[in-house]
């Protein structure tokens, strides 16, 4: 939509928190409760199935991935919106379509003209019955807000092998904080097993350059091939990654039915799936659950019941003072944000605040306010 829409929703949040009882689990109780008083939620705009929501850094422009294959820029201080021509063709269906959206922040200005822009998306394989997710780099030429378009468009990274089926592409892009480096979250596709074998990048966070080429001092460097490409392995579906404040990088995915872990991910780390899971298959068949001599890294902390997790971020703004340093979750079938503080390679979840919709993705805006997309086509700013 391309005016602000005029629904606002305020409530207290101590309504809102929900307690964290046997859905969080770390092997004690967590905490409950937020230490601010109220929390105002506004609509302000509309979308045909949004993916991605990405601020281009030092502006107040909102960059949104409709799964489809669209891509719009957001005026937030306006609500106008406008599509910005170029995107490449999606193989869209199940899960695939339209994915992530990443700047680099040291590309920061008053304007987006000119800026590097990194993107994702599920493509065809060269049969028409096999798919994969792909990352792409292109330069934003915006004269003007209602004039953007991707210019030099190029794949430079594509998950490997191309398999049948819709699911789990993952296909999350993160830089590390000096930029020196691009990780690219790759599901499992749903095939569990390509998980533990190193020699695809199923079930994998591959690091990069910014060229889409293997990094130097990956763990796997020397066997070659797209092994040296993987940092860490044994994922299911990752769904959000971000850097803590230590340098950090975390992510969340989903588990099986049960079992949604956030991982601190480490250098040649195997986090177990599917051979360990707290989940169980869908099936009701069981899956061993980690144990201290598993060898297999384990979450910090895990749902069962699941919160179904579809993006994460560490707060780092002014807004919501008490919240400095947590992670932020977006819950889809929990239809949430889930709060966790976390203390070392500790986490507890914190609150949860009610949202209406499943959240699929959340940015946080240069004044401190959330912003939150929602599978429904919504997109949502809270703020105090």
Request: include cysteine; charge should be negative.
């Amino acid at each position: 939509m391309n005016t602000l829409s005029k629904l606002i929703i305020a409530s207290s949040l101590p309504s809102l928190a929900l307690a964290s009882c046997a859905a969080a689990q770390t092997g004690e109780s967590s905490g409950t409760g937020s230490g601010t008083e109220g929390l105002t939620i506004t609509q302000m705009g509309e979308f045909e199935k949004p993916w991605a929501i990405e601020f281009a850094p030092g502006t107040d422009m909102l960059f949104v991935t409709e799964k489809e294959g669209v891509l719009k820029v957001m005026d937030t201080a306006s609500g106008t919106s406008a599509t910005v021509a170029g995107a490449p063709e999606v193989a869209f269906g199940g899960q695939g379509g339209f994915g992530d959206i990443a700047f680099l922040p040291s590309e920061a200005g008053a304007n987006v003209d000119g800026r590097t822009i990194y993107l994702s998306w599920a493509e065809m394989g060269e049969d028409g019955d096999t798919r994969g997710a792909v990352v792409g780099k292109a330069t934003l030429a915006c004269p003007a807000m209602d004039n953007c378009a991707l210019e030099g468009l190029e794949v430079i990274w594509r998950q490997a092998p191309k398999v049948e089926g819709r699911g789990h592409y993952s296909h999350r892009i993160t830089f590390s904080p000096d930029e020196s480096h691009m990780y690219i979250a790759s599901g499992d596709r749903q095939k569990m097993t390509p998980a533990q074998d190193k020699t695809n990048t199923l079930g994998s966070i591959v690091r990069l350059n910014l060229d889409g080429t293997p990094a130097e001092g990956n763990p796997f460097a020397a066997e070659g091939g797209v092994t040296a490409e993987i940092w860490s392995y044994g994922h299911r579906n990752v769904l959000g990654m971000d850097w803590d404040a230590q340098g950090r990088l975390w992510d969340i995915e989903h588990g099986p039915a049960g079992g949604d872990e956030l991982n601190l991910v480490e250098a040649g780390a195997n986090y177990g799936w599917p051979t360990r899971s707290y989940g169980e298959h869908y099936n009701g068949d069981p899956i061993t659950d980690h144990s201290d001599d598993d060898g297999f890294n384990k979450p910090a902390i895990w749902w069962t019941p699941v919160i179904a997790p579809g993006d994460m971020q560490f707060y780092t703004g002014d807004m919501f003072a008490d919240w400095q340093g947590d992670a932020l979750i977006a819950g889809l079938s929990s239809q949430a944000i889930v709060r966790v503080e976390i203390d070392g390679e500790n986490a507890v979840e914190a609150a949860r605040y009610p949202i209406e919709g499943r959240v699929r993705s959340l940015d946080i805006a240069s004044d401190g306010s959330i912003w939150v997309a929602t599978d429904e086509g919504k997109v949502l700013r809270l703020s105090m």
